[in-house]
């Protein structure tokens, strides 16, 4: 069974920072696709960043490109996601995904339960 579970979100002032995590079953952590995606109210779910398995290359969505870093530790089966200098607009619940595919692109597979980030101007 795969479980992705996030934690590390929260609320914090614009130009601060947060480091998300997502904990993930043993045996997609190694031979997966990560990423972290979005959702604002009222918009549609959006992708934030993504972690090939092959290679680990990663790949980021324009408007965090810079402030956001996505890595992982195969040794803890962890996905993380550092964001700094947030800004109001970054304020979302981020999921946490996982492809059964070398390339974080498409629709994942499976999610995680999401984690609130709230930023205040």
């Known amino acids: 069974q795969v479980q992705l579970v996030e934690s590390g979100g929260g609320l914090v002032q614009a130009g601060g920072s947060l480091r998300l995590a997502c904990a993930a079953s043993?045996?997609?952590?190694?031979?997966?696709?990560m990423g972290w995606f979005r959702q604002a109210p009222g918009k549609e779910r959006e992708f934030v960043a993504g972690?090939?398995?092959?290679?680990?290359?990663?790949s980021y969505a324009d408007s965090v490109k810079g402030r956001i870093t996505i890595s992982k530790d195969n040794a803890k089966n962890t996905l993380y996601l550092q964001m700094n200098s947030l800004k109001p607009e970054d304020t979302a619940v981020y999921y946490c995904?996982?492809?059964?595919?070398?390339?974080?692109?498409?629709?994942?597979?499976?999610w995680g339960q999401g984690t609130q980030v709230t930023v205040s101007s």
């Open positions: 995904a996982a492809y059964r595919q070398v390339f974080p692109t498409g629709a994942p597979d499976y």
């Open positions: 972690y090939s398995w092959i290679g680990g290359r990663t």
């Open positions: 043993g045996h997609i952590f190694s031979t997966y696709a």
